[in-house]
């Protein structure tokens, strides 16, 4: 994608060959910068602390993390250490898991002086296949926004509104959610996007706002308690969100917030739809609210937001009163009655056994 006419992936090799550079997302909306990590340390930290974030650039980040590990150390206490390490940043997004495990087992049986050069390349090659599936996610869901707009009155937009932000920001290049979307518009098709702030960390309001309005989509940023009015008076025609782990019965787990949007288009009747790589489905899991572990992090989030003041110095307020406690739930899990269609880099299914099973029958043992 494009920012400020420079075409941009989240993660790349730098210059030297070597060294990893990603979009530091916590400096977003008011300041564009990106980092550099040269040791699988510094690539744990941008996971924990989220200078990356979402499950498709988080898998991308934990590989290139091993390889990291390799070039300072190639035996296997090493990569044993770098992969555990990596493995406790996140607990929700399988990603992390499914891309730990291939890039360890492109290594496994390698001669010690090869071991980095293989790492590079299964992390090199995890990123594009990332920016390939997602490009066919938004081709498959621009099929789901054109069915649409076809119901609707001439010129009238497409409304759709969604949650947290699972744009390119959260996978290597055009996202998950916001890729349909991004097609739509690049074909011409009117669509308007009502964008949750998504609390605490307000990652639509920073995140996904600054995705659309760099590239020109018309969108509107509203509190995320607003998804309900909103579609009580007739202003969204789908709801398209993201996920972070999705189980083999469908059950998908994102944002904290979701379930609520699940259900409020459950009562009005209008269509919700989950977009999703395959490396997001947990093939192993059938119930997700049991099965899923929910991540739960620092209550600063909560009782503190960073924003710009009037002098254009960004800062952090306090917003809870002092010594009021807070929790901070990263994630809840919508069951899979409550979602119209899974859109995948395979097409559109059921949020079902058999509609998963159908694109994915390659999955079918491991599901059963």
């Not at 497409?158 to 690049?186: K, R, S």
């Not at 307020?317 to 269609?341: C, E, K, M, W, Y």
Request: hydrophobic content about 45%.
């Amino acid at each position: 994608m494009n920012v400020n006419g420079t075409p941009y992936r989240t993660i790349w090799l730098a210059d030297d060959g070597w060294s990893v550079e990603i979009i530091d997302q916590t400096r977003l909306p008011h300041h564009f910068a990106t980092t550099r990590l040269t040791t699988v340390v510094e690539a744990a930290h941008a996971i924990k602390a989220m200078l990356v974030r979402g499950a498709p650039l988080i898998g991308a980040t934990a590989a290139y993390g091993l390889a990291l590990a390799l070039r300072d150390d190639p035996g296997d206490a090493s990569l044993v250490a770098a992969h555990d390490q990596l493995l406790t940043t996140r607990p929700t997004a399988v990603n992390l898991r499914w891309a730990l495990q291939r890039v360890r087992q492109a290594v496994a049986g390698q001669p010690l002086d090869r071991r980095m050069a293989v790492a590079y390349r299964e992390a090199a090659a995890i990123a594009d296949e990332d920016v390939a599936i997602c490009r066919s996610i938004g081709d498959h869901g621009f099929g789901v926004i054109q069915a649409i707009h076809a119901g609707l009155v001439p010129g009238r937009p497409v409304n759709i509104l969604t949650h947290c932000n699972a744009g390119w920001l959260a996978t290597v290049d055009w996202g998950t959610a916001l890729a349909p979307i991004y097609v739509a518009h690049g074909h011409g098709l009117p669509v308007h996007v009502w964008v949750d702030e998504t609390r605490p960390r307000n990652q639509g309001a920073s995140l996904t706002a600054w995705e659309l309005n760099s590239h020109g989509v018309p969108h509107t940023v509203v509190v995320d308690n607003a998804g309900g009015h909103l579609m009580q008076h007739g202003l969204v025609d789908v709801c398209i969100v993201g996920t972070d782990r999705t189980t083999a019965t469908g059950d998908v787990c994102n944002k904290i917030g979701t379930y609520l949007k699940a259900l409020a288009a459950r009562d009005n009747g209008v269509p919700f739809y989950v977009a999703l790589p395959s490396p997001t489905i947990d093939w192993t899991l059938r119930d997700g609210v049991a099965e899923i572990p929910i991540e739960q992090r620092d209550p600063c989030e909560v009782t503190h937001i960073a924003g710009r003041d009037e002098t254009g110095r960004v800062c952090t307020i306090q917003l809870v009163p002092h010594g009021s406690p807070a929790a901070n739930f990263g994630f809840d899990v919508t069951p899979a009655r409550l979602v119209t269609g899974l859109i995948t880099e395979r097409g559109v299914c059921a949020a079902t056994p058999d509609g998963l099973a159908g694109l994915f029958p390659d999955q079918r043992s491991v599901a059963a």
